[in-house]
Nanobody
Framework: QVQLVESGGGLVQPGGSLRLSCAAS????????MGWYRQVPGKQRALVAA???????NSADSVKGRFTISRDNAKNTVYLQMNSLKPEDTAVYYC???????????????WGKGTLVTVSS
């Protein structure tokens, strides 16, 4: 019913930049929030940054000042601009959306399949 498709991952040198995109599609009635999480082997998935429909943002301390989350409501798309990348930013980045599907009574979490970001020289 709902698909989240991520793009923009890849290999980048330390200090470089990448922009991730995630487009939500399907029988969507309303999107409450969209955001990005990341996961490295052996660790739990952790919030990177999230943006509510009202414009409130939340981000991990480790990315503040370097990463910027934004959203195109008309396209149901969320972006993550990542600057000054560090090797410790290497992870699989997952798109998340909290949304209400048409016909459902309440919103749910949906996840993309993930995109790998590797920061290495």
């Amino acid at each position: 019913q709902v698909q989240l498709v991520e793009s923009g991952g890849g290999l980048v040198q330390p200090g470089g930049s990448l922009r991730l995109s995630c487009a939500a599609s399907g029988s969507i009635f309303s999107i409450y929030a969209m955001g990005w999480y990341r996961q490295v082997p052996g660790k739990q998935r952790a919030l990177v940054a999230a943006l509510t429909s009202g414009g409130s943002t939340n981000s991990a301390d480790s990315v503040k000042g370097r990463f910027t989350i934004s959203r195109d409501n008309a396209k149901n798309t969320v972006y993550l601009q990542m600057n000054s990348l560090k090797p410790e930013d290497t992870a699989v980045y997952y798109c998340n959306a909290v949304l209400l599907v048409k016909g459902d009574a309440y919103g749910k979490d949906y996840w993309g399949k993930g995109t790998l970001v590797t920061v290495s020289s």
